[in-house]
């Protein structure tokens, strides 16, 4: 296989889906608008500086795209072979799961939104194949489905145990392993535990003593990720750290970063196809098309970015490919033509 494009969504977690195909891209596209309300709404930012102020100009419409509200090219294949399936009960508790918008508990139930219908022995491309969950390559192009042990069954290196549960002594022990997000307060104490993740209020910011301070407007001396979320923290001439104004350019040639003397933070505007290319906002040549410039796969009206070059995807075997996600097989051979993938 010739070079591969990572397709796991921006949350980490690859939507799969089989039966109703309708179905489980309604439940993708509302999975994205909930993880992006939760994600724009309740979650501090983190990072450093570039990474706070690209979060903090995030839209709605934008933060779903890049989630993805629909699947990636392996997932629609894995879909249309039926080696895949979709389970809309589990999408349901899964939506559920959010309606505590800034806690609620785990994400735990979104992860049985899938199933593998391959069974132990049959060839597998990833684990998301395999009812066991576990695809073993062992050094082969086409990995095998194997069995996994389930609670009170004998388990070892070569033979883990079944999700949910952990092999102790030699044996699989049921684990409950979920960190359980619960919100905190303005003055509560935003300190994790081992089973417990505390997430201060929207408004508010975990300060140096694990406690839930309101966030500081423009002006106010800060530390970190303490700011509001439409300000930055950024050294200024007085070598004093303060909450600096983050603003959007819309225009071709506009300053961008960050400004002279820490004054402020510009970001380009994405969805005007715009990006900071050395200081200064470009924008990307094309609208999306075959051909056009990108950055992210969401840049491309066929969801595949490729050496900044949007390209196409699902193309049929003997067609010329660079990347595996342009076939329809997932198999971009050695010598740029799709091929048959003989592990599906």
């Known amino acids: 296989m010739i070079r591969t494009i990572g397709c796991s969504l921006l949350l980490g977690f690859s939507l799969a889906a089989c039966g109703s195909e309708d179905a489980a891209h309604e439940f993708a596209d509302a999975y994205a608008a909930k993880t992006c309300a939760r994600f724009l709404q309740c979650q501090q930012p983190e990072g450093d500086p570039e990474e706070i102020a690209e979060r903090a100009t995030y839209t709605q419409a934008e933060c779903e795209r890049l989630v993805g509200g629909t699947f990636d090219v392996e997932t629609e294949t894995l879909l249309d072979l039926g080696r895949i399936r979709f389970d809309g009960d589990a999408a349901r508790e899964c939506l559920d799961s959010f309606d505590d918008l800034c806690a609620g508990g785990s994400l735990s139930e979104c992860y049985d939104v899938f199933d593998g219908t391959v069974a132990d022995g049959g060839s597998c491309t990833t684990w998301l194949e395999c009812e066991s969950e576990r695809c073993s390559f062992n050094g082969a192009n086409c990995g095998v489905c194997l069995d996994t042990a389930r609670v009170g069954e004998t388990c070892s290196v070569a033979i883990p145990c079944v999700s949910g549960s952990i092999c102790i002594n030699g044996v699989c022990a049921a684990f409950d392993g979920e960190l359980v997000v619960e919100q905190a307060g303005l003055g509560e104490s935003c300190d994790d535990t081992t ?132 076939c329809r097989s997932l198999v971009c051979s050695t010598n740029g033509l799709c091929t048959v993938n003989s592990c599906l």
């Open 195 to 326: 089973t417990t993740e505390h997430v201060c209020a929207p408004g508010l910011y975990c300060d140096a003593n694990a406690r839930c301070a309101e966030r500081l407007a423009v002006g106010f001396r800060c530390t970190g990720d303490s700011c509001v979320t439409d300000a930055i923290c950024l050294l200024n001439a007085d070598d004093e750290e303060r909450c600096a104004p983050i603003t959007v350019a819309q225009v071709v040639g506009a300053d961008c970063g960050e400004l002279t003397n820490g004054a402020g933070w510009t970001e380009c505007d994405r969805e005007a196809r715009l990006y900071c290319d050395d200081g200064v906002c470009a924008r990307l040549a094309g609208d999306g098309e075959i051909g056009s410039d990108c950055q992210w796969n969401q840049d491309c009206d066929e969801g595949l970015c490729g050496d900044t070059v949007c390209l196409a995807t699902n193309l049929q075997e003997g067609s010329s490919c660079t990347f595996d996600e342009q």
